[in-house]
Each structure stands twice: as structure tokens, then as C-alpha cells.
């Protein structure tokens, strides 16, 4: 089972950036998953955020946070990073880190982590 911790999280204000990176355990073959950040909102489901393939070449990202929002792994490092520019209060949210076999961000599946709490203030 693959072991994800997410960190970066915060609070910060609305127009801020803020990075989130997610460190999978030594013992993992990274390289061999797709990664990707999703968020949950209060008293709402979990949604995708952005996914990057297994050899960092395909990447997506949601609509909402298209031109802001940058996925980005090292697998040297085993890990995979989310930047988040130009925030806004909507963003708010716990940020999971997810790894995954496939590459269907439409449905959940795959290793989470613990998640981050990320909060923007207007």
C-alpha cells in the first residue's frame, strides 16, 4: 500500500499562492503511478483538482482552477507538488494526494493521503 503524506497547506490570503507537496514513502515505486491532488470541501464531495501521468509528461487540470493551478512531480524525489497561484476563497479546502494505476480523474480510486487544509481568506 502506498504511503502519501501531504504538506503545504495553510492559510493565506485571497490572490496568495501557496505549494503543496506530497511525499511518497522510499518503499513506493512512484514512477509507475499517475498522481494527482483533489479537494474536499465542507458538506461537499471530493473533487479532481489536477493529475499528472507516471512519467510527468500528461498532465490535467480542473476548469476552476486552470491558469492557476500547476501540477508538477520529481520522481527522483518520489514526490509530486501542486502550486496554487492567484487563491481565492472558493479554494478552500483539504487538498488529498492520490495515487493511481490509471488515469481516469472522473472517478475516485488508488492510495490517498491524510490530506492538507488549505484556507483563503477574503
Known amino acids: 500500500q502506498a504511503q502519501l503524506v501531504e504538506s503545504g497547506g495553510g492559510l493565506v490570503q485571497a490572490g496568495g499562492s501557496l505549494r503543496l507537496s506530497c511525499a511518497a514513502a522510499?518503499?513506493?515505486?512512484?514512477?509507475?503511478?499517475?498522481m494527482g491532488w483533489y479537494r474536499q470541501a465542507p458538506g461537499s464531495e471530493r473533487e479532481f483538482v489536477a493529475g499528472?501521468?507516471?512519467?510527468?509528461?500528461?498532465?490535467h487540470v480542473a476548469d476552476s482552477v486552470k491558469g492557476r493551478f500547476t501540477i508538477s512531480r520529481d520522481n527522483g524525489k518520489n514526490t509530486v507538488y501542486l502550486q496554487m497561484n492567484s487563491l481565492k476563497p472558493e479554494d478552500t479546502a483539504v487538498y488529498y494526494c492520490?495515487?493511481?494505476?490509471?488515469?481516469?480523474?472522473?472517478?475516485?480510486?488508488?492510495?490517498w493521503g491524510q490530506g492538507t487544509q488549505v484556507t483563503v481568506s477574503s
Open positions: 522510499s518503499r513506493v515505486s512512484f514512477g509507475i503511478y499517475h
Open positions: 499528472i501521468s507516471s512519467d510527468g509528461i500528461i498532465a
Open positions: 492520490n495515487s493511481r494505476s490509471d488515469s481516469d480523474w472522473s472517478y475516485l480510486t488508488g492510495y
